[in-house]
């Protein structure tokens, strides 16, 4: 081998090292961000059921709050003012609150739909 030849050889060589070194790291960089993602995806994902059950947890209690309203004027037949008053409420909150309370809870000649009873079909034996 000629010392030109020899050079280039060893120059080829660390250079080869050289990007090897820089994939490596970029590898180990891709690597880490895909966890930092899938990491990231995970709270959001956690932090959407918080969410859910909060709402579903919110829903529930302005459903209790509206049956409160509801007996409050509705049974001791007090005024929606009155009844502001007390519960240091406006109006239109409790208004909102029973009217969602009544939704939730419809009356028990709705509560269940009547069965739907198909017809028979040709060919049906119990025609």
């Excluded at 579903?56 to 003012?81: C, F, H, N, P, Q």
């Excluded at 009155?82 to 009356?107: F, G, I, M, N, S």
């Amino acid at each position: 081998m000629s010392p030109t030849t020899s050079a280039q050889v060893k120059r080829r060589e660390a250079a080869r090292k050289t990007a090897l070194a820089r994939q490596d790291s970029l590898e180990e960089n891709k690597r880490r961000r895909d966890q930092q993602e899938l990491d990231l995806a995970i709270e959001f994902m956690e932090a959407d059921d918080d969410r859910t059950n909060a709402l579903r947890a919110l829903r529930a209690t302005e459903i209790r709050m509206g049956r409160a309203v509801d007996t409050l004027v509705g049974k001791l037949r007090i005024s929606y003012t009155r009844a502001a008053q007390l519960l240091a409420t406006p109006v239109a909150e409790l208004k909102r609150l029973r009217h969602l309370a009544a939704q939730a809870d419809p009356p028990a000649d709705q509560a269940e739909p009547a069965a739907v009873v198909a017809a028979p079909t040709a060919g049906d034996p119990s025609e």
